[in-house]
C-alpha cells in the first residue's frame, strides 16, 4: 500500500508555543528529579552520618523440630530456632530436642525479606553482659535474669507488600509464644516458670509483633515487652494491598481502644466486646519504638512515631542520635547489629527483668522509667522530677560557716581548676553557695567532666557534689522538730555566722554531653534546673572535693543566670519568612554556659535547616562549643563543628500522611548551645537559612509512592483530551498531540495555578478538603479515637502531598513537573522502542520471525484462553499475574500494529484531510491511526499501573518456591480483572473503542477519566492499590461502549484489517 500524499496535515496541530512549553516543562522536571536523585546519592555530614562500630561473635542456632504441625499449620513454611552463644550459653544436647532453659524467654522477629540469623548481634552481647559482666549487670538489677533468645525464620518473606503474609506470621507466632512457654516447665531449677516472652521486631517485625496481640489465638498475657527497630507503627510503609492497609487499620484502633478510658466515648465502630478484649490484653504492655534517624533511607523517620497510637505511660519513642552513648544514625539493616546501640538496648532489657515474677519484667511504671534514663536525652530530667514534687525531700542538714565559704554567698559563676588558695580548715572542703533571688526567674547552669556524686561519697574522687537547698529560718525549733538521714557540720569554733539548710543530692539528674561521635565514654555531665525547678529551694549548693581534679583534663562549670538571658528566639512562627529573610542572632561573649535556642518556624520535615555558627575559638576554652537539636523525641548532637562549615540540620517534625498534634507549643525546632563562655570575648553570631539541595534529598523518602499516582494523573488528563477530540470529530489525537494540546499556556497557567494552591485546598480544616473526602472510598482511622488516646486534638492529612504548611505551595508545582518530565520520558522511551521494532520490520531478519496477526487464533481459542485465565485466577492465580499477562500482551498488539502500519506521529496525529471529517463513514486508514494512538496512549497508562500489582506478584512467586501457596483471598477476584482481560482481547482482535455517541456516553466517559485522574493525585499515594479499582471500572466502561457499537451493528467499522489496508511486511 502507497503512502498517502496528503498524510502530515495536523488535524489538531498546536501552535509552536505549546511544543516549546511542553519540552521545556519536560526539561525542567527531568532536571529537577536528576537534582533529586543526585542529592539522595550525597552522603550526610555531622550529625546524620554514620558511626556505627563493627561486632563480633560466636552463633550457633539450634532449629526447634518439636514445634511442627501439631503446633501449627505454618510448620512446612516457617522454622523457630533457638540461639546459643558459643562459650557462654549452654548448649543444647547432641542427638536430642530438648533443651535446657532457665532465662528470660525472648523473641526476635525478623523484618521484611530478613533473616532470623539477625538476632546473632543482640543475643551475643546479652550473653556477654550477662556472664562476662556479672558484677555489673548484677548491681544495675538484683533480680536480673540471663536472657534466652529464639527467633523465627520466615524464609524471608515480604511482609511489607502483603498484608496475609503479615497475618500468617503474626498467628505462626502466637502459637511459638505458647510453645516456648512450655519448654521451661519441665526444668526442675526454675523457681518461677515465666508465663510471658519478650518480643523484639525489625522493621516489619515489629508490626507482627503488635498484630499478635490482636488476634484470637493470642494467649492472654504472655507479652508484656515489645522493643521495635525501625518500625513503621504510624502508616504502612507501602500501598500497593488492601489488605496490608486495611490490617494497619484494623491493628491501629485495637490497639487504640485498649487505651482509651471507658468514660469516653468511642467512635472507633469496634464492638464493646472487643474494647474490653483490647484493654484487658494491653493495660500492662509497654512499646519502646526505635529508628535509626535520617541514615534510614528505607523507611522514613516519621513512620516510626507513636502520635496518636500510645499513650507516653505505656509508648516511648526514641532516635539513636538522641541515645546516650550511641549518638549516632543508623540505617535500615545496621540498627540490629550496631554496637553502641546493642550495647545500650541490652543492658536496658536486663535492668528491666525480675527473675521472682511470672511475667519475667518488672511493672509497666518501671519499665518505662528505665526506659527513660536509659534512652532519653534527659534534658527534661530535672525539671520534670522536682516539679511534680510538691514537698520535696531534703534529708540532708548542711551547717555552714560563712567564713568557710571561699566566695560570696551571691556568687553567679564557679569554676575549676582555678587559683587555689590556702584552707583554713582542714575538715571544711570549699563550699559554693548560689543563692537563688526570689521574684526574679533564674537558671542555674553545669557542666563538668566529671560525673557529681553524693555528698556522702566526696573526698573519693575529684568529682564535687551537687545540693538543692532550703534554709531553715529557726535552727533551733527545726533541730528538735526533724530528724536528717545526714548532719554535716561545716562551722568552725568560736564562729558567729553560719548558715543551716536542709538538702538533697541532685546528682542524678544530670545528663551526659557527648564530644566525640566515636568514643562514648568520651562525654560531659551537664543539668539545668529551671525556674520552675528551683521555685521550691533557695539555694543550689557545690561541694569541692579534697582530692584536687587534673587541671588538663577535668573542669567543673557552673553558673545562675537570669532565665531570659538564657532563652534565645531566632525569627517569628513564619516559614515564609525563615526562607525569604535573614534569620540571625547574636549572643554576648560572657552569657550562660547552656543557652536554649527556639526557632518557631522550624517546624517541616520537608526542608533541611542551615544554621551558620560564627565564632571565635579560645586557646583558654575548656571545651569547644556543641550544639544539640531537639524535636519530637529525636535529639542530635552537632560535634566538631567550626566557622567555616555550616550545620545542617534534618528533623523529625510533621511529616507528609502521618498524625501529629493541632497546635503543639513544642512542635519547632529547639536547639541548645553548650559553650565555656568565662572564656569567650567575642560575640557568636547565629545565622539561620534553608538549604535548597539538601531538601530535596527528603523529597524521596516522602514522595517515593507518588512516582505512580502523579505521572498517572497526566496521562489521564491527556486521554481526557483525546477523548473529547475523539467525541467531536471521530479522529483520535496522538498521546504526543494531547500532551502539547495541555501545555496551551492558559490550560497550563490554571493547572499550575490548581498544583499550587492545592495543599492549602486539602488541608484538614480546609472546608474543601473536607469535601474532598467523599471522594474517597477507602475507610480511615478516627481520629477522635486518636485524640482521646494523645488527649490533644491529632489530625492526619492523606491527601494530595499532605502538606501542611502554607509557604510551601511551590511544591506542588515542582511535582507537576517531576510528572511532566517522568511522563515526556517514558513517552519517549516508547516511542524509540516502536521506532526501532520498524526499522527491524523492514529488514529481511523479520521474515525469519513468525509474528502471528490478530486474527490468525480462532475465536475458539481465544475464549478458551481467556477462561483458562480467569479459573486460574479464580483458584490459584493473584490478579495481579493476569494484569502483567494483559499488560505484555498489549505492549505486544500495539507493537504489531505499529509494525503493520509504519507511520509514527510522535507529535501531530495525521489524517487523509480536514474535509473528509465531515463524512459519517471513517475510511479504514483512519480507524487504523485511530486504533494505533488508543493502544499507545492505554499502554502507557497500563505501563504506570504495573508496578502496583508487582509487588504482590513478588509474595506469590516467593511463596511458589517454598511450594507453599499462601491464601490471596482478595486476590483471587476475577470481577477485578474481568473487564481488562476482555477488553485487551477484544483490542487485540483490531476493534477500536468507538466513539462516544450521545452526551450522555460522552459525560460518562469524561466523568470515569476525571474521577480517575483526580483520585490518582489526591488520595493515590496513600491508596495505590485502589488505582487498579478504577483502571478496572474505565475497562468496564469501555465493554459498554463496544457492546453499544455491536449492538446498532456498526463494530465491524471500527475494527481493522491490516491484510487490506496497511503495507504488508516486507
Known amino acids: 500500500m502507497k503512502a498517502n500524499k496528503k498524510r502530515g496535515i495536523p488535524l489538531f496541530n498546536s501552535p509552536i508555543n505549546n511544543y516549546v512549553i511542553l519540552f521545556s516543562s519536560a526539561f525542567i522536571g527531568l532536571i529537577t528529579l536528576f537534582a533529586i536523585i543526585l542529592s539522595f546519592l550525597i552522603p550526610l555530614q555531622g550529625a546524620d552520618s554514620p558511626h556505627c562500630k563493627g561486632v563480633y561473635m560466636s552463633p550457633a542456632y539450634a532449629k526447634v523440630y518439636a514445634f511442627d504441625s501439631t503446633h501449627t499449620r505454618f510448620a512446612s513454611k516457617y522454622s523457630l530456632y533457638l540461639y546459643r552463644e558459643q562459650g557462654k550459653d549452654i548448649m543444647p544436647q547432641n542427638d536430642s530436642d ?60 515480604f511482609t511489607a507488600f502483603h498484608g496475609r503474609t503479615m497475618l500468617d506470621q503474626s498467628e505462626y507466632l502466637n502459637e511459638a509464644v505458647k510453645f516456648i512457654l512450655s519448654l521451661y516447665k519441665g526444668n526442675p531449677n526454675i523457681k518461677t516458670y515465666p508465663t510471658s516472652v519478650i518480643l523484639i ?133 545496621a540498627i540490629v547489629w550496631c554496637d553502641q546501640l546493642r550495647k545500650v538496648l541490652v543492658k536496658t532489657l536486663l535492668q528491666m527483668i525480675d527473675v521472682n515474677s511470672p511475667l519475667q519484667t518488672y511493672p509497666l511504671e518501671k519499665r518505662m522509667q528505665i526506659m527513660e534514663n536509659n534512652l532519653n536525652s534527659g534534658f527534661d530530667k530535672a525539671t520534670d522530677l522536682l516539679s511534680k514534687q510538691d514537698s520535696p525531700s531534703l534529708p540532708i542538714k548542711l551547717k555552714i560557716d560563712l567564713k568557710q565559704l571561699k566566695d560570696s554567698p551571691n556568687e553567679r559563676f564557679f569554676q575549676l581548676p582555678k587559683s587555689l588558695l590556702k584552707r583554713n580548715a582542714i575538715n571544711s572542703p570549699p563550699i559554693h553557695l548560689f543563692n537563688i533571688p526570689k521574684g526574679e526567674s533564674f537558671k542555674f547552669n553545669f557542666i563538668s567532666t566529671l560525673k557529681p556524686i553524693d555528698i556522702q561519697l566526696l573526698n573519693k574522687s575529684p568529682a564535687p557534689s551537687l545540693l538543692l537547698c532550703k534554709s531553715i529560718i529557726n535552727s533551733f525549733s527545726s533541730s528538735k522538730s526533724k530528724t536528717y538521714e545526714d548532719i554535716f557540720d561545716y562551722k568552725t569554733e568560736g564562729t558567729n555566722k553560719y548558715a543551716e539548710l536542709e538538702c538533697t543530692n541532685i546528682n542524678n539528674l544530670t545528663y551526659i554531653v557527648p564530644r566525640s561521635y566515636h568514643e562514648s565514654k568520651n562525654v560531659l555531665h551537664a543539668l539545668e534546673l529551671s525556674s520552675k525547678a528551683l521555685s521550691s529551694f533557695d539555694s543550689v549548693v557545690l561541694v569541692e572535693s579534697a582530692i584536687e581534679l587534673d587541671i588538663k583534663k577535668d573542669f567543673v562549670l557552673a553558673d545562675l543566670e537570669l532565665e531570659q538571658s538564657s532563652n534565645v528566639h531566632i525569627g517569628d512562627q ?13 549572643l554576648p561573649a560572657h552569657r550562660p554556659i547552656i543557652v536554649d535556642i527556639d526557632i518557631p518556624a522550624m517546624k517541616s520535615s520537608l526542608l533541611a535547616y542551615k544554621i551558620d555558627v560564627r565564632f571565635k575559638k579560645s586557646n583558654t576554652e575548656k571545651f569547644t562549643p556543641i550544639i544539640s537539636q531537639t524535636f519530637k523525641g529525636e535529639t542530635k548532637w552537632h560535634l566538631e563543628f567550626d566557622e567555616n562549615k555550616p550545620i545542617i540540620a534534618v528533623m523529625n517534625a510533621n511529616s507528609p500522611y502521618t498524625p501529629f498534634i493541632v497546635n503543639d507549643p513544642s512542635n519547632h525546632g529547639k536547639f541548645k548551645l553548650f559553650s565555656d563562655s568565662s572564656s569567650s570575648e567575642h560575640l557568636t553570631d547565629i545565622y539561620v537559612s534553608i538549604d535548597w539541595f539538601q531538601s530535596l534529598k527528603l523529597m524521596v523518602l516522602k514522595y517515593r509512592l507518588s512516582i505512580i499516582g502523579f505521572p498517572l494523573f497526566i496521562s489521564l488528563a491527556i486521554m481526557v483530551y483525546q477523548f473529547i477530540q475523539y467525541g467531536k470529530t471521530g479522529f483520535y489525537p496522538s498521546y504526543g498531540e494531547g500532551f502539547a494540546a495541555l501545555m496551551d499556556y492558559k490550560i497550563f497557567g490554571i493547572v499550575v495555578l490548581i498544583f499550587s494552591f492545592l495543599s492549602l485546598l486539602t488541608s484538614p480544616e480546609s472546608p474543601f478538603g473536607k469535601l474532598l473526602e467523599i471522594l474517597d472510598p477507602v475507610g480511615r482511622n478516627e481520629l477522635k479515637l486518636m485524640s482521646q488516646v494523645e488527649k490533644a486534638k491529632v489530625e492526619v492529612n492523606l491527601m494530595f502531598m499532605s502538606i501542611s504548611e502554607s509557604a510551601l505551595w511551590f511544591y506542588g508545582t515542582f511535582m507537576l513537573f517531576i510528572s511532566l518530565g517522568l511522563n515526556f520520558l517514558l513517552y519517549n522511551i516508547v516511542l524509540l522502542f516502536l521506532k526501532v521494532l520498524i526499522i527491524i520490520s523492514k529488514h529481511d531478519i523479520w521474515k525469519k520471525i513468525k509474528v502471528p496477526a490478530f486474527d490468525s487464533l480462532s475465536t475458539e481459542r481465544k475464549t478458551i484462553s481467556i477462561i483458562t ?132 456516553n460522552l459525560f460518562i466517559t469524561k466523568f470515569v477519566l476525571i474521577y480517575f485522574a483526580i483520585y490518582s493525585i489526591i488520595f493515590g499515594t496513600r491508596h495505590l492499590y485502589f488505582l487498579h479499582s478504577f483502571f478496572n471500572a474505565l475497562c468496564a466502561w469501555l465493554l459498554i461502549l463496544l457492546v453499544q457499537e455491536w449492538g446498532s451493528g456498526n463494530l465491524e467499522k471500527n475494527n481493522i484489517n491490516f491484510s487490506k489496508h496497511c503495507s504488508k511486511l516486507q
Open 98 to 157: 530438648e533443651f535446657i532453659l532457665s532465662g528470660t524467654p525472648v523473641l526476635f522477629i525478623p523484618g521484611n525479606a530478613r533473616s532470623y540469623k539477625q538476632v546473632r548481634s543482640l543475643a551475643a552481647e546479652a550473653a556477654n553482659q550477662y556472664y562476662k559482666d556479672w558484677e555489673l549487670t548484677k548491681s544495675l538489677n538484683p533480680n536480673v535474669n540471663s536472657l534466652d533468645f529464639f527467633t523465627a525464620d520466615f524464609n524471608e518473606d
Open 201 to 333: 521486631g525489625h522493621s516489619m517485625g515489629g508490626m507482627v509483633a503488635r498484630v499478635m496481640l490482636s488476634l484470637p489465638n493470642y494467649k492472654e498475657d504472655s507479652v508484656n515487652t515489645i522493643i521495635t527497630l525501625s518500625t513503621p507503627h504510624n502508616t504502612a510503609p507501602t500501598t500497593f494491598d488492601g489488605d496490608l492497609l486495611n490490617v494497619y487499620k484494623l491493628t491501629d484502633d485495637f490497639w487504640r481502644n485498649g487505651f482509651v478510658s471507658s468514660n469516653l466515648e468511642n467512635n472507633s465502630k469496634v464492638s464493646e466486646k472487643l474494647t474490653k478484649v483490647s484493654s484487658r490484653r494491653l493495660k500492662n504492655v509497654s512499646l519502646l519504638s526505635i529508628t535509626g534517624g535520617t541514615l534510614d533511607t528505607t523507611l522514613p523517620t516519621d513512620y516510626t512515631t507513636l502520635t496518636g497510637l500510645i499513650p507516653k505511660e505505656h509508648g516511648l519513642f526514641v532516635s539513636t542520635t538522641g541515645i546516650p552513648e550511641v549518638w549516632t544514625p543508623i540505617d535500615h539493616l
Open 574 to 586: 513564619s516559614l515564609w519568612n525563615l526562607m525569604t529573610k535573614n534569620n540571625e542572632v547574636a
Open 869 to 1000: 485465565l480467569l479459573l486460574l485466577v479464580l483458584l490459584y492465580l493473584p490478579y495481579q499475574f493476569a494484569f502483567v499477562v494483559c499488560t505484555l500482551t498489549q505492549i505486544f498488539s500495539t507493537s504489531y500494529a505499529f509494525m503493520k502500519n509504519d507511520s509514527l506521529n510522535a507529535y501531530s496525529t495525521s489524517f487523509i484531510s480536514r474535509e473528509e471529517k465531515k463524512n459519517d463513514s471513517l475510511k479504514k486508514s483512519n480507524v487504523i491511526e485511530n486504533y494505533k494512538n488508543f493502544n499507545l496512549s492505554f499502554t502507557l497508562l497500563m505501563l504506570w499501573l504495573v508496578p502496583i500489582s508487582v509487588p504482590v506478584l513478588i509474595v506469590w512467586i516467593h511463596d511458589i518456591s517454598l511450594k507453599w501457596r499462601t491464601p490471596f483471598s482478595s486476590h483471587h477476584n476475577i470481577l477485578a480483572i474481568l473487564p481488562i482481560i476482555l477488553l485487551i482481547q477484544i483490542m487485540n482482535q483490531g476493534y477500536m473503542i468507538p466513539r462516544p455517541r450521545g452526551r450522555a
